[in-house]
């Protein structure tokens, strides 16, 4: 059951891509921007229509951009140039993803959808406009708006970033439940342009419009900056009596909406385990205390409580739930003061120990007999140290919790793995969310601990007679909390008359019934003849939900069970036209095809955010030319004799932050499905890779960052040569050098060369001998370039460097526990196995399980 705020935001701007030569303003004019959206029952359709002139006597580029919620679902998209329309299509993400590859083989961009900020994901395209042509951009989207702490929320976020002649967003509500209240906030409303809000409200509808003048929008009236720059939002409830909730039906398909209000709260019984490793020092772990300090005070007297902190260590506050009395309230807020971040991160056993001590205050009979028991777990890094395999601590804590404690995971920042928190909670009937890292960190964490504060409800059941529903979404509740609500849609079987409702849940007290007869002409007729409602607003609504569930479900579910989740959700996103994660809708232009994708949470991970993590201390003694290897915390570790022969210089691996680690400088592939190597070499370095009988020379240069800075392909036989920084990729041939910018995706050939320029991604570089140098442009967590080859196995057995020599005669011999030697033409290293991050694939969040090495020369 997961609970966000809905909200609604979209940026609009159109910019000049390509400058005109005179630096015309606005050469292309957005002459009209329209938002309509439609609101039947909390489900939301918008239609974003962009109309705009190419004023300019030359060709230009347009760009539409707009932010979307990414809990919507893009339903269609086109673009009507000279009165042709240009549609897109939903597709399977496998098919589109060939239409992908081709496009990024033909050197065009793709991916037309990115992750943006907390609720946002931003949809661009940009198209070539002919001189004094106009094109109109229409983007369709669909979303179920969410109750949270008692509202649901429509937030837009204007940003035209220039005037605009037709500019209006226009909104109609209609729930027939009626609208208990409605309003309307902004962050740039003036008085002047409040005259362009009307806002007209009945009994079950609302109409909002918003249309600011040309001269409402100036910032100044001798200036040609807008004003139109921040959030919109609407807010609203509907009305409820004390029934079985509320139930709506057209065509054939039904939906109940349940939030009884005026409940009493269960107490409950809550075991904060905080991440207190090296990474939260400083302003995370003061955020997280604040809000703790905080969170305490709102804990009732009839709840209990304990806190955990873990790095290496768990340490439990108390050895057993306390009673929230204000003296003990007091005791732990001083001991929330206390805690001091450092070490590494031990997730198994923290949430083992919370676990195991819920079991025992429930044993010896210290929680009340009607209470609810939940872990709420904070950390903002992936586990390393005790059980580090996420799938082992997932397994263990799953096994142990036996579905009796709401676990609810929350990751602060980026450097955390959200798929693992996330199957982690869904597993245990919670649910995870990301805590940004931001100024108002504190005041997230105690928002969602707001949500979940307040069960009034457990073991809910929507029954409907058996043989008058079919594809029923889901029905069975575990909890519910004040503020928010219940959705369950159907498609309605037979020809009732009368839809027979029935609802079971305990509340602290009692336990529920309610029960209904609805009558199936009177709740048809309501919606017949509005002109609010589109179509069958309340089939898609039923597809919207399923697909979320599915995917949900999915997510703890395993092998053909899974399988089978996705095909379902697949087919159904197909057959409805919603972009998921399983669909692409591939956008058709004039001269080319591109492909949006919907990002998930997990997309975004390392977008930005700090990291520091430390690994755990790793002290290796040498003792002539042997090494001893051994683990603080573990018994030493003695090398078998000859393990680690180092030929000379020391090899002393310590206790080394993640932010030089993390992101290895190199990872290299070598023969053996297991044998990758994570490879950081320290400064100075000059020469990476020779290979004399190829041609090929790669330098780089390391930042203080301690992350490539620089690097420089060289093919002499060409006379080609490579200069890739941060800022430009520097392509010179025979002494002509030429600027390539970052953001613009091109491919060429040069000398028999085939060079590939990602916008903003990666540029490579290939000849006849198959070998492809590439550089990524890594934007996270701090930016760098990140090195590979493709088809290292064909260079020749001249190759040296740093990095080339260990391209030949370079092996593994046996090695014991996560320890393994590496012969490097003939010089031994001992690595480490360990879990680093992968920056081969674009956007790829995933780690690399590989065999670390550290040279310092
Ligand atoms: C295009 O416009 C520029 C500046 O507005 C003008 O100098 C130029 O002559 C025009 N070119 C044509 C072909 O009309
Ligand atoms: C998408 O929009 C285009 C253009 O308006 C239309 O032709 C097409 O049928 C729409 N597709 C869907 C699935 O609604
Ligand atoms: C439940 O939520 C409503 C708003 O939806 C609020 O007015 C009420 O105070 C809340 N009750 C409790 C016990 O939190
Ligand atoms: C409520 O129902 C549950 C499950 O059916 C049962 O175990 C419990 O005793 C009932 N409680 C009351 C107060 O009737
Ligand atoms: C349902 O409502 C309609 C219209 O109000 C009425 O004619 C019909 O008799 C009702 N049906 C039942 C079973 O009550
Ligand atoms: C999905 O659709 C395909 C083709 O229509 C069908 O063969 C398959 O059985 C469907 N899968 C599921 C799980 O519904």
Not at 613 to 639: A, D, E, V
Not at 823 to 831: D, I, L, W
């Amino acid at each position: 059951m997961e609970r966000q705020i809905f909200t609604l935001w979209l940026i609009f701007s159109s910019q000049i891509v390509l400058a005109d030569p005179a630096g015309q303003q606005n050469a292309i004019e957005i002459y009209s921007l329209r938002v309509d959206s439609k609101v039947t029952s909390r489900f939301a359709h918008t239609v974003i229509t962009s109309k705009v002139a190419n004023r300019a006597n030359v060709s230009q580029e347009a760009l539409f951009e707009v932010e979307l919620p990414k809990t919507a679902f893009i339903t269609n998209f086109s673009m009507t140039i000279d009165g042709k329309t240009y549609p897109g299509t939903v597709k399977e993400k496998k098919a589109a993803q060939d239409q992908y590859d081709a496009a990024v083989s033909r050197g065009q961009s793709a991916g037309l959808v990115r992750s943006s900020g907390r609720k946002l994901e931003q949809f661009h395209v940009s198209v070539n406009v002919a001189a004094a042509a106009k094109v109109t951009f229409e983007l369709i989207y669909e979303e179920l708006l969410k109750r949270k702490l008692g509202k649901y929320e429509l937030l837009i976020k204007v940003k035209p970033k220039q005037l605009v002649k037709h500019f209006q967003i226009d909104t109609h509500i209609f729930e027939p439940q009626g609208i208990s209240f409605l309003e309307t906030d902004s962050t740039f409303l003036t008085n002047e342009l409040n005259e362009a809000l009307t806002k007209v409200q009945g009994e079950t509808k609302a109409h909002i419009t918003f249309k600011p003048t040309i001269a409402q929008q100036r910032k100044r009236p001798d200036l040609e900056e807008t004003l139109l720059d921040g959030d919109f939002l609407i807010r609203y409830d509907v009305k409820r009596s004390v029934t079985a909730g509320d139930i709506q039906i057209v065509n054939g398909y039904f939906v109940h909406y349940f939030a009884p209000s005026e409940i009493p709260v269960f107490p409950k019984n809550i075991v904060f385990v905080i991440d207190k490793s090296g990474s939260m020092i400083g302003k995370k772990i003061q955020q997280t205390q604040e809000a703790l300090q905080e969170i305490l005070d709102d804990l009732n007297p009839e709840d209990h409580f304990n806190l955990i902190t873990f790095s290496r260590k768990v340490i439990a506050w108390k050895p057993s739930l306390l009673p929230a009395t204000e003296e003990n309230v007091e005791l732990a807020k001083q001991y929330v003061g206390t805690i001091q971040a450092q070490g590494a991160t031990d997730i198994n056993d923290a949430v083992l120990t919370a676990i195991h001590t819920l079991n025992e205050a429930t044993a010896a009979e210290l929680l009340p007999e009607q209470s609810i028991s939940m872990i709420i777990l904070l950390t903002d890094g992936e586990p390393t140290t005790g059980v580090t395999d996420v799938h082992t601590i997932q397994k263990n804590i799953k096994q142990a919790n036996n579905e009796k404690y709401f676990l609810y995971c929350l990751g602060f920042g980026f450097d955390v793995s959200y798929t693992f928190l996330e199957k982690m909670a869904l597993d245990n009937g919670g649910i995870a969310r990301r805590i940004y890292e931001d100024a108002d960190a504190a005041l997230q964490l105690q928002s969602f601990y707001h949500e979940v504060a307040t069960p009034i409800l457990k073991e809910i059941e929507m029954n409907y007679l058996d043989n008058a529903v079919e594809e029923i979404t889901r029905n069975n509740f575990k909890l519910l909390f004040n503020g928010s609500e219940i959705v369950v849609a159907g498609k309605i079987g037979n020809e009732l008359d009368v839809f027979p409702v029935e609802i079971k849940a305990q509340t602290q007290m009692n336990n529920l019934t309610l029960k209904e007869q609805v009558n199936v002409t009177e709740k048809e007729e309501i919606f017949q003849n509005q002109k609010y409602i589109f179509g069958n607003f309340i089939e898609r609504l039923w597809a919207y939900l399923t697909i979320q569930q599915l995917l949900e479900k999915s997510v703890s579910a395993e092998g053909e069970q899974q399988k089978m989740l996705k095909d379902q959700a697949l087919n159904l996103s197909l057959k409805f036209s919603f972009v998921t994660p399983l669909t692409s809708m591939v956008v058709t232009k004039p001269d080319a095809e591109e492909v949006a994708n919907k990002p998930t949470e997990a997309d975004n991970e390392n977008v930005e955010g700090k990291r520091g993590h430390f690994y755990p201390t790793l002290i290796s003694l040498h003792k002539g030319n042997r090494i001893f290897g051994s683990r603080t915390g573990m018994q030493g570790l003695p090398g078998s004799p000859g393990l680690f022969r180092i030929p000379s210089g020391s090899f002393l691996l310590q206790r080394v932050p993640l932010s030089d680690e993390r992101y290895p400088h190199f990872i290299l592939q070598l023969p053996g499905e297991d044998n990758i190597v994570c490879l950081n070499v320290d400064p100075p370095l000059r020469s990476l890779l020779s290979d004399p009988d190829k041609g090929i020379e790669v330098t780089g240069q390391i930042g203080e960052k301690l992350q490539f800075k620089h690097f420089e392909v060289v093919y002499q036989k060409a006379g080609v040569k490579l200069n890739v920084s941060k800022d430009h990729i520097l392509l010179d041939h025979n002494g002509n050098a030429t600027v390539l910018p970052w953001t613009t995706t091109v491919s060429f050939t040069v000398q028999g060369l085939k060079v590939i320029i990602e916008e903003e991604k990666s540029v490579s570089i290939s000849g006849a001998d198959n070998i492809t140098i590439k550089i990524a442009y890594v934007k996270f967590p701090e930016r760098f370039l990140g090195l590979y080859f493709i088809g290292s196995e064909n260079f020749s057995d001249q190759v040296t460097g740093h990095l080339g020599e260990f391209y030949f005669n370079t092996h593994f011999e046996t090695g014991f526990g996560d320890w393994r030697p590496i012969v490097v033409q003939g010089r031994n290293y001992p690595t480490n196995r360990q879990a680093r991050k992968d920056y081969r694939v674009e956007s790829s969040i995933d780690t690399v399980s590989c065999w670390t090495l550290h040279i310092r020369p």
